[in-house]
């Protein structure tokens, strides 16, 4: 008998994976309720049989409680210790979500992927690696299909190849085949509690290994070296400077922080015994993934990034890095509770990085006290009149480059719809500067 037969389950947040868990537990027999801080009325059921599932939706959704329910099903973005899911948990209800249950049914041999950033270009090109090799490879997760959905498909011969966030992995109690960790520093500090519930969740991802598992880690960044000595698993390390010559020649991929990301793609690859010709030639194929340091378009000498992705200073740091043209640098967006100094002292030092554009509720903060460059705030200017702006000032030969290092939410639904706005902009410019 399957355990979630008529049994009552609360589901937290309809978003990807909420509709991959509903439907899964419909299957299972389960009676579940959806609860959504969305009003019901503006609720997106497309796939759910909606007549099968009670729905608690609006403002205070949970404020009724958890309490009678068997299991709850948490959505990534909910946060684990909400006093109303600790409250249930202490009467007995037993709190999972969908990357739990998908470890705990799944078949075949699962690659995780950790890192403050850099997971979906790691990922991504694991995923090519072993699909090129003719591995049966699956991509789930946030870049990828949904997990549950998938099950039905897969065997014992089957790879699976996923991205785990610190909102995934906080409350895991199983590690995956092979754990790829990459750079840990930080970030998500308006939803976790303090840095180091930051770094406990993601432990989790070598935590439960055992000696036939891998640990890939990247020995550049102490916090990541440091899972080492929390996995029984073999540990093999990789950085930048490690890597073959061979890797780091004729690629499409820009940017010197990707040849992080290549060689823990690399590392994992031979952990599966991929032959090498293969990793190589699609590592040389490799373009990057969208809103990545993109490249979008060049207008009159002037290249243009896409680099929306970056929510948080590090991979704006990486951005700057990988230009020795002058630079004119889009910064801002809404409040993640991150620090910024290093990125200020990054600016202050490149010498290429001619101007700064500001925008958004913290741009000003992100640029406080740099000194020697042009800035020039936007605040919540249109994506349009941002991007014309960038044009005006940068000379022939330079690039702009959107690498905001902070989130989204103040201005724009989330970082794709800023990239996509931004590329829209860029497409729609005059070849002549007005």
């Known amino acids: 008998m399957d355990k979630y037969l008529n049994k009552k389950v609360a589901v937290l947040g309809l978003g990807i994976e909420g509709v991959d ?20 009325k503006n609720l997106d059921f497309e796939g759910i049989q909606k007549a099968k599932i009670k729905i608690v939706s609006g403002k205070n959704y949970l404020s009724g409680g958890l309490k009678d329910f068997d299991y709850i099903v948490r959505s990534p ?35 995780g992927v950790t890192g403050t950033k850099g997971k979906g270009t790691t990922s991504t090109l694991i995923y090519r690696i072993l699909e090129t090799s003719g591995k049966e490879v699956y991509l789930v997760g946030n870049i990828g299909k949904p997990y549950l959905q998938l099950l039905p498909k897969l065997s014992d011969k089957s790879w699976v190849i996923v991205e785990l966030s610190s909102f995934q992995l906080i409350d895991m109690k199983a590690s995956p085949h092979i754990a790829v960790v990459l750079n840990i520093t930080q970030d998500h500090l308006d939803w976790h509690k ?19 598992d891998f640990s890939v880690i990247n020995e550049e960044y102490s916090q990541s070296k440091n899972f080492a000595k929390l996995s029984n698993a073999k540990i ?3 950085s930048k400077n490690s890597l073959e010559q061979k890797y780091k020649v004729g690629l499409q991929l820009k940017g010197e922080h990707n040849l992080e990301n290549i060689a823990a793609a690399v590392a994992a690859a031979k952990c599966v015994e991929i032959p ?27 290249k243009f990034y896409n680099d929306s992705f970056a929510t948080g200073p590090q991979p704006t ?50 640029v406080r006290g740099i000194k020697k460059k042009k800035i020039i705030d936007l605040g919540t200017t249109p994506m349009t009149q941002i991007v014309k702006k960038a044009f005006e000032i940068t000379p022939k030969g330079g690039v702009v480059i959107l690498s905001p290092a902070a989130a989204s939410f103040d201005m724009f639904e989330n970082y794709k719809d800023r990239g996509n706005q931004f590329k829209k902009a860029v497409r729609q410019l005059n070849e002549k500067k007005d």
């Open 276 to 302: 090498d010709k293969i990793i190589l030639n699609v590592v040389k194929a490799f373009r990057g993934l969208e809103h990545r340091l993109e490249f979008v378009r060049e207008v009159n000498g002037i």
């Open 317 to 366: 740091i990486a951005a700057i890095n990988s230009f020795t043209e002058p630079e004119t640098v889009i910064l801002g967006g809404s409040e993640k509770g991150l620090e910024f100094k290093e990125l200020r002292k990054v600016i202050e030092q490149k010498e290429n990085v001619r101007n700064l554009i500001t925008i958004g509720l913290i741009g000003k903060k992100i």
């Open 194 to 212: 303090d840095r180091e519930e930051y770094l406990k969740s993601k432990e989790n991802i070598v935590k439960y290994q055992n000696s036939s």
């Open 77 to 111: 973005g909910i946060y684990r210790f909400t006093p109303e899911i600790v409250e249930a948990e202490a009467s007995g209800a037993k709190v999972t979500s969908a990357i739990k249950i998908f470890f705990e049914e799944c078949p075949g041999k699962i690659i």
């Open 236 to 238: 093999i390390f990789f």
């Open 21 to 40: 868990a509903i439907n899964f537990l419909l299957a299972k027999g389960a009676k579940i309720t959806l609860f959504e801080q969305k009003e019901n």
